[in-house]
């Protein structure tokens, strides 16, 4: 089978620092490809150069036999050449099916006419998604399905998928993956970003890794297995440091006070008379299926969400009844809310680093001087970025250039630098390579050993199992069983969550 | 809160919340799978005479090891407790409160006597659950809201006697703190336990918010062991708050199909779905709302929870009414369960 594209060494630097680094990599016709690495390994910059949004320092691309070199992502798109980004790029006030048909619109549009074929088309797709809806009424498993029927529509030769699974639910998967088998069948070419090993090795024809911008194994996935793929991701064997760690029970964290007990609160139906407490020096895990309501309950904790008016349920803090109407009132109160949907919700991504570590001081009203002292910002951003192993060029880059663990750690950042006592993180390893997974759980095991309430809420059985203390299970809006980490299997767990 | 919290809560409806089931108070199955060592109709209260364990079980006091009657009495025994002399003392659904050994006195003017203790200058410590119904009628105290306890000492030999504290909730459980010179008692329609002084005066109250209804307490080497004889659950609270319903409800149903705590599941046909009763794929769910529950709680000095055996809403060992620490395990007298259990404390750490 010929390559499709063929990339040879490719340098792409950005201020004389290389992001990827003399790379050779081929994409067969009709395979489905998956690129791994570690955050800021240079997947992302690889395949942006091949969809035309950024442009290569060195190196030659050779698209169906001769060399090509994009001027944007149009060029590309032009040429078959398809991106799905991580971060979706339709515009939200416009509804899916004016999306999908983006850029070619005609001079008179008949917009039921453009409904009915979006309708047709999204369905020959197996998604569910109502053409007339807005996109900002959409969730994010939602918006990646239009995002990824917008590349289809394009009849691209190649789709790049950057973290397409990140957001989806186990079902949503499984219509992703049979879709991409579908689109692999019809000869389209697929590059598949993920962090997820598992569905690497399950989906991938072949397997590429990079690490710090260097191609260091290529071949089919038959080939691999998890512990070969992380050994060569970060270059040392971590699997087992993550997620095999045997609980004995002196290791199991005995809880400390009380700090904070949640007694029947309710939202709607989303939060159904949900009641537990949290304990300091301790972590408490917090599992349940998508729909559990563990997302909203700690919402409604840190003020973001506002319990039912009528009977809601109260929330003490110890001791204390308090009913937090925005998040500052609860930042003041020392409680921070790590969010899941860190591009949305966790930084500005057009503010530096620094930028954004101040942000978390000003919002909590510790900041030294009245003014904006750049001093104080700098010192900050030092401190904390030396701490949390921040990579980045230096404190002046913006945020949204940084690799997906790094806008973590600064996510985490911002909210640690409010001194808090209660941390609420709420899926903190999600679109995280596996290195920074391994500093993220050192870090949240640290806050637990230095005596604050720690929660975790994570979709990860492992990730629960391993760093809990205490498991907490969600079912339907309310927390339905406490399992001790000790006694806590991954069947034991799910027949919680569901039964 | 904001400054206008406590004016929209009065639109609103102020919320009735009951504190989960967790830290200490984390459920297991300690009480469902632990040793029985007697099968007895309704045990009740529990006592150490001479080293060997006794218990009430409608009129009779028996002992638990050969299940010999000890006593009987002229109606149900509410209470039981004895003295460093040995002496028992009885209390009695007719109200009166016997003594038998070294006085043989009879005093009376008790309405509902619930638990009885000794102090170590011999005065007795009595709660009077309400003054208006007798013990078995506790239901009935429950769903009319009363708060006619009262918390008396009393001397065994001039029949002297002195109220502590009055216009309490059901005052359930007495335990003597000698060490700062008053009782804790377990106020039970009010979920929590407090501090007497022996001189009397306003009761402090120690721990409150209990996720059920507190029984008897008792010393343990590290502190307390209390028993909650029933779950707190947001049906009855929601009927604790209807007061039409309720009173309806207590006018023309019988005591027993009320929407009110209960010792044990019910097995009757004409409720077949109690609330925990809820099944799904053929199994009971463990973490179903109950009217019945088994629940023994240790506490440390300070009155904090530091352990606890449960018997779940799936469990049978419901209604612990009364604890004791003996020979260095914790016996349970489960009266909804009809069985004495004995359990080793380190069972329940968490």
């Known amino acids: 089978m010929a390559p499709i594209i063929e990339m040879r060494k490719m340098t792409k630097a950005y201020r004389g620092i290389p992001a990827v680094k003399d790379i050779d990599f081929t994409l067969e016709t009709g395979e489905i490809h998956a690129l791994l690495g570690e955050n800021g390994a240079g997947k992302s910059t690889l395949t942006k150069i091949m969809a035309g949004v950024v442009e290569a320092t060195s190196g030659t691309m050779i698209y169906r036999g001769r060399e090509v070199q994009f001027a944007s992502p149009h060029a590309a798109l032009e040429n078959g050449i398809a991106m799905v980004f991580q971060e979706t790029s339709l515009v939200p006030s416009m509804t899916v099916a004016q999306n999908i048909y983006l850029g070619e619109e005609k001079f008179l549009n008949r917009l039921r006419g453009i409904y009915i074929s979006a309708q047709q088309f999204l369905q020959s797709l197996n998604f569910t998604v109502d053409p007339a809806a807005t996109v900002a009424s959409l969730g994010a498993a939602k918006r990646q399905m239009v995002e990824i029927a917008r590349a289809v529509r394009h009849k691209a030769e190649i789709i790049i998928f950057d973290e397409p699974t990140a957001a989806l639910t186990p079902e949503e998967k499984r219509h992703f993956f049979a879709l991409m088998k579908r689109l692999k069948r019809s000869g389209v070419s697929i590059i598949f970003i ?28 038959a080939e691999f297995n998890r512990e070969k793929v992380v050994r060569a991701m970060v270059g040392r064997a971590l699997s087992n440091e993550i997620y095999n760690v045997q609980r004995a029970p002196e290791n199991i964290r005995k809880r400390g006070a009380k700090i904070l007990s949640v007694q029947d609160i309710s939202m709607g139906n989303t939060v159904r008379n ?38 809601g349920g109260d929330i003490e803090l110890d001791g204390r009844k308090v009913r937090y109407n925005v998040p500052a009132e609860a930042v003041r ?50 401190e904390w970025s030396k701490r949390l192993n921040v990579k980045a060029i230096n404190d002046n880059a913006r945020a949204v250039e940084l690799s997906g663990g790094n806008q973590q750690k600064v996510v985490i950042g911002k909210g640690l630098i409010q001194k808090p006592r209660l941390v609420i993180f709420d899926e903190p390893t999600r679109g995280v390579d596996v ?65 | 809160m904001t400054l206008f919290d406590p004016l929209l809560d009065v639109f609103r409806g102020k919320a009735v919340t009951i504190p989960p089931l967790d830290g200490a108070l984390k459920p297991n199955t300690i009480l469902e799978d632990a040793e029985v060592i007697a099968t007895v109709e ?8 001479d080293g060997h364990l006794i218990f009430t079980t409608g009129k009779e006091v028996r002992t638990v090891a050969d299940g010999k009657v000890i006593w009987t009495g002229p109606s149900e025994i509410t209470a039981l407790a004895v003295g460093r002399d040995n002496t028992l003392a009885i209390a009695l659904e007719s109200g009166g409160i016997r003594f038998i050994g070294r006085t043989a006195a009879v005093i009376q003017g008790f309405n509902c006597p619930v638990a009885l203790t000794f102090a170590s200058d011999g005065a007795l410590y009595v709660c009077n659950g309400s003054d208006a119904v007798a013990a078995s009628a506790w239901k009935s105290d429950l769903m009319s809201k009363s708060a006619r306890g009262s918390v008396w ?20 459980g007495i335990a003597v703190d000698e060490a700062n010179a008053r009782v804790l008692v377990s106020e039970s329609w009010r979920h929590r336990i407090l501090a007497i002084s022996f001189a009397g005066g306003e009761p402090q109250p120690l721990l409150m918010k209990l996720p059920g209804y507190p029984a008897r307490i008792v010393s343990a080497p590290d502190g307390y062991i209390m028993s909650l004889f029933a779950p707190r659950n947001r049906l009855i609270e929601f009927v604790l708050l209807e007061d039409d319903y309720r ?34 794929m053929g199994i009971h769910k463990p973490w179903s709302p109950t009217r019945s529950y088994g629940l023994v709680v240790g506490l440390d000095k300070a009155l904090q929870p530091t352990m606890s055996f449960h018997s779940r809403a799936n469990g049978l060992r419901h209604g612990i009414t009364s604890v004791l620490f003996h020979q260095g395990a914790v016996v349970a007298a489960a009266k909804g369960g009809n069985a004495i259990l004995r359990i080793a404390p380190s069972e329940g750490e968490v």
């Not at chain 1, 408490?284 to 506002?306: C, W």
């Not at chain 2, 001397?155 to 005052?171: H, I, K, M, T, V």
């Open chain 1, 194 to 221: 993920t962090h997820a090993l598992e569905e690497a090795l399950a989906q991938a024809d072949r397997i590429t890794i990079l690490r710090d911008g260097e191609l260091v194994a290529s071949g089919l996935s």
């Open chain 1, 274 to 311: 949900n009641s537990f407490s949290i304990f300091e020096g301790q972590i408490t895990g917090i599992f349940g299926l998508i729909g559990s309501g563990r997302t909203e309950t700690f919402k409604i904790v840190s003020g973001i969400h506002k319990r039912d008016f009528l009977r």
């Open chain 1, 333 to 382: 109160d020392r409680i921070i809310y790590v969010t899941e949907d860190r591009k949305l919700e966790g930084f500005f991504e057009t503010m530096s680093i620094a930028e954004n570590f101040y942000s978390g001081l000003l919002s909590a009203g510790l900041e030294k001087s009245a003014v904006i002292s750049f001093r104080e910002m700098r010192a900050l951003s030092a």
């Open chain 1, 435 to 499: 290195g920074a997974i391994a500093e993220i759980h050192q870090l949240v095991n640290r806050l637990a050993d230095d005596g604050l309430a720690v929660v975790v809420i994570s979709s990860y059985l492992p990730e629960i199992m391993n760093l809990s203390d205490r498991i907490l299970v969600c079912r339907q809006g309310r927390v339905v069983e406490e399992i001790s980490p000790l006694e806590a299997t991954e069947e034991k767990i799910m027949y919680a969550a569901v039964h």
């Open chain 2, 42 to 49: 309704a045990p009740d209260n529990l006592a150490e005479l």
């Open chain 2, 153 to 172: 000492r009393v001397d065994p030999r001039s029949g002297e006697r002195q109220c502590l504290a009055a216009n309490l909730a059901f005052p359930y």
């Open chain 2, 247 to 280: 009173s309806d409800m207590m006018r023309e149903i019988e005591s027993q199909f009320w929407i009110a705590p209960s010792l044990s599941p019910s097995r009757s046909f004409l409720e077949p779905l109690q609330n925990g009763g809820v099944r799904t």
